[in-house]
C-alpha cells in the first residue's frame, strides 16, 4: 500500500522550502552585426539583463532579458519586492511585480527599437523572475524545466534560419565573417551558410529594407534554391493594406506564412481576407489584451509567442492554450539573445505540443565566443536544439563571461536600442516611415 500525504511529506519538505532572498541584475552587451530592418540598423552591440534569483535553499536561477535602461530600472524596482516570495509561488511573484509597477505607465525602454509596442510591461518585468524560478524550482525537484511545463513532447526542438539584409561591417570596423547581404544573391549565399552550418530545416527573411519587388525576388530566389523548406517574409508593418496584398499574391504557393506585412488588427483583418497564405504576428498581438479583438476580427492566422514579453514560460503556454482552442497556429518570435534564453525557448517549445513551426532564433549572429553560459549545453544539429535533461533550465552561468560582457556592457556607452538612432548618426538624411511602402 502507498504511503499517505502525511507519511510522505517529511521526505518532501526540505525539496519544496525555498524563499527568495535576493536578486542581482547584471546588465551585459554582446557584439552584433549590422543587421538592417525597417526602422534601421543593428548597433554594434546587443543588450541583454541576466537575472539571478537567489534563495534561503542555497540554490539559485536565472533568466535573461532586454537590457535597455528604463527595463533595467523596472526589473530592480520589481526586485526589491520580491524577497520572501516562496519559489514555488508564481501567481504571488507576478502579482508583486504589478504591484510595484501598478503607476508605471512610461512606454519607453521596451528593447525592441519600437518594432513591438503595446506589449504588457508586467510581464515583460516578470518574464526573466518566471524564468529563474522554473529554473530553482527544477533544482530543487531535480527535473528539467520542460518536466515542470508538462513534460517534453518532442526531444529536440527546430529552429529556422533567420536572414537578414546587412551591411559588410559597421562603419569603420571591418567586414564581419557573414559580410554584405544586400540584394536577393546576398541574402541566398547567406541562407546556404546557415542552412550549411545549422542545418536549418525553414527561413525567415527580415524584410521592410527594400522595394518590395526586391524582396519579393529575394524570396523567390530563396525557393529556387532551396526547394523543400518553408519560407517565411516578416517586413515589421512596412507597407500598406495594397502593397501587402500585392506581395501576398504575388507570394503564392511559396511562403509558409507572411508576418506582420502592414500594422494593427483591422489592416492585417483587411489583408488577410485577400492574400492566399496564412498571416502570421509578433506586431499586433503582443498581449493577452490583444487576442479577443484579433480573434473577433479574423486578423491572424498565427501569433509569435515571445516568453520576454508574454510573461514568462507559463503565461506563454496559457497562450498556446488560446491559440489551440481558436484553431490559430502558434510560432516563436526572437531577439538577439543569449544562452539562458535559448534553454528557456527550447523548454518552452519542447513542452508545448502546438508550437510545432520551427522557432526564430537570432543565435547563428552572434559570436560563438560570447555568452554567460558554460559552452556546450546547447547546440544546433539539424537545425534543432536537443532539450536540455539536467535539472532546471540545464545551463550554467560562467562567472568569468558574465563578467567579461558586463565589462563591455560598461565599455559600450549603450544604455538602450536604438536602431533609427544609429541608421542616422550614420545617413543623416534616413526616416522612420511606417508604412515606407
Ligand atoms: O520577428 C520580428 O519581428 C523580429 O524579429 C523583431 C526583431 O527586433 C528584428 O527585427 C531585429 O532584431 O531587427
Ligand atoms: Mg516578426
Not at 536578486?23 to 554582446?30: D, E, G, L, N, R
Amino acid at each position: 500500500m502507498s504511503k499517505s500525504i502525511l507519511e510522505q511529506a517529511p521526505v518532501l519538505a526540505n525539496l519544496g522550502q525555498a524563499a527568495i532572498t535576493g536578486v542581482t541584475i547584471t546588465p551585459v552587451a554582446f557584439k552584433d552585426p549590422p543587421l538592417l530592418n525597417t526602422v534601421g540598423v543593428h548597433e554594434p552591440f546587443a543588450l541583454r539583463a541576466i537575472v539571478e534569483v537567489h534563495t534561503d535553499a542555497g540554490v539559485s536561477g536565472v533568466g535573461e532579458t532586454y537590457g535597455d535602461e528604463a527595463h533595467l530600472a523596472r526589473l530592480q524596482a520589481a526586485a526589491r519586492s520580491l524577497p520572501g516570495t516562496d519559489i514555488f509561488n508564481i501567481n504571488q511573484l507576478r502579482a508583486k511585480v504589478a504591484a510595484v509597477l501598478a503607476a508605471d505607465t512610461s512606454q519607453g525602454g521596451h528593447g525592441m527599437s519600437g518594432m513591438v509596442t503595446g506589449s504588457s510591461t508586467t510581464d515583460r518585468v516578470l518574464s526573466p523572475f518566471d524564468v529563474a524560478a522554473l529554473d530553482i524550482q527544477g533544482k530543487l525537484l531535480g527535473r528539467p524545466v520542460s518536466d515542470l511545463l508538462g513534460g517534453a513532447v518532442r526531444e529536440t526542438v527546430d529552429f529556422s534560419g533567420y536572414l537578414f539584409y546587412k551591411w559588410a561591417g559597421h562603419p569603420d570596423a571591418e567586414a564581419d565573417s557573414w559580410g554584405e547581404a544586400l540584394d536577393p544573391q546576398g541574402i541566398v549565399e547567406q541562407a546556404r551558410r546557415m542552412v550549411r552550418d545549422y542545418g536549418f530545416t525553414a527561413l525567415k527573411l527580415k524584410g521592410g529594407v527594400f522595394e518590395p519587388d526586391q524582396e519579393i525576388a529575394a524570396i523567390k530566389a530563396l525557393r529556387a534554391e532551396f526547394p523543400g523548406l518553408p519560407l517565411r517574409l516578416d517586413p515589421n508593418a512596412a507597407w500598406t493594406v495594397e502593397t501587402s496584398i500585392r506581395v501576398g499574391r504575388e507570394l503564392d504557393g511559396v511562403l509558409e506564412y507572411l508576418e506582420d506585412p502592414t500594422t494593427g488588427i483591422d489592416a492585417m483583418a483587411q489583408v488577410r481576407r485577400a492574400v492566399p497564405m496564412p498571416l502570421a504576428t509578433n506586431m499586433c498581438v503582443v498581449s493577452f489584451a490583444d487576442v479577443a479583438p484579433a480573434v473577433a476580427a479574423g486578423a491572424v492566422d498565427v501569433i509569435l509567442s515571445d516568453h520576454h514579453f508574454w510573461g514568462g514560460l507559463r503565461r506563454s503556454q496559457a497562450l498556446a492554450g488560446i491559440t489551440d482552442t481558436f484553431g490559430m497556429g502558434l510560432s516563436m518570435h526572437s531577439n538577439s539573445h543569449l544562452g539562458i534564453s535559448l534553454a528557456a525557448m527550447v523548454h518552452l517549445a519542447a513542452a508545448t505540443p502546438n508550437l510545432d513551426y520551427a522557432c526564430d532564433t537570432h543565435w547563428p549572429w552572434k559570436d560563438p565566443e560570447e555568452d554567460v553560459v558554460l559552452p556546450g549545453s546547447l547546440e544546433f544539429k539539424d537545425g534543432a536544439v536537443a532539450v536540455p535533461t539536467l535539472p532546471g533550465l540545464g545551463v550554467e552561468l560562467d562567472r568569468g563571461r558574465l563578467e567579461k560582457l558586463h565589462r563591455q556592457y560598461l565599455a559600450s556607452g549603450l544604455r538602450s536600442r536604438d536602431d533609427t538612432g544609429y541608421m542616422q548618426r550614420i545617413h543623416t538624411a534616413y526616416e522612420l516611415k511606417c508604412p515606407r511602402w
